[in-house]
């Protein structure tokens, strides 16, 4: 059984900054790819930023200088620090991580967090 948990949501002011976490536990044989989505009120989810486990990084062009996405394989933890928040960044955060269970495991499977909310005021 996977579990992925995620925090570090909140309510701040326009220009400022979060740091949200997702931590992965469970039958975990190995992570590839990790990463963040978001969905805001009437609206698609959407891709925030996903990271690599060798490290590579991809952005939205939304989001591209204002969040850095980070990991730590060790504690199949990744992050997402969220700066120069704008009033349209508020949703619901997602975490997710491809992950194979068992080293028998065919492919990869993909998890997902149970959410963390943003609302930034303007």
């Known amino acids: 059984h996977v579990q992925l948990v995620e925090s570090g949501g909140g309510l701040v002011q326009a220009g400022g900054s979060l740091r949200l976490s997702c931590v992965a536990s469970?039958?975990?044989?190995?992570?590839?790819?990790m990463g963040w989505y978001r969905q805001a009120p009437g609206k698609q989810r959407e891709l925030v930023a996903f990271?690599?486990?060798?490290?590579?990084?991809i952005y939205a062009d939304s989001v591209k200088g204002r969040f850095t996405i980070s990991r730590d394989n060790a504690k199949n933890t990744v992050y997402l620090h969220l700066n120069s928040l704008k009033p349209e960044d508020t949703a619901v955060y997602y975490c997710?991580?491809?992950?194979?269970?068992?080293?028998?495991?065919?492919?990869?499977?993909?998890?997902w967090g149970q959410g963390t909310q943003v609302t930034v005021s303007s």
């Open positions: 997710h991580a491809d992950l194979r269970e068992y080293s028998y495991s065919l492919g990869f499977h993909r998890y």
């Open positions: 469970g039958s975990i044989f190995s992570i590839n790819v």
């Open positions: 990271i690599t486990s060798s490290g590579g990084t």
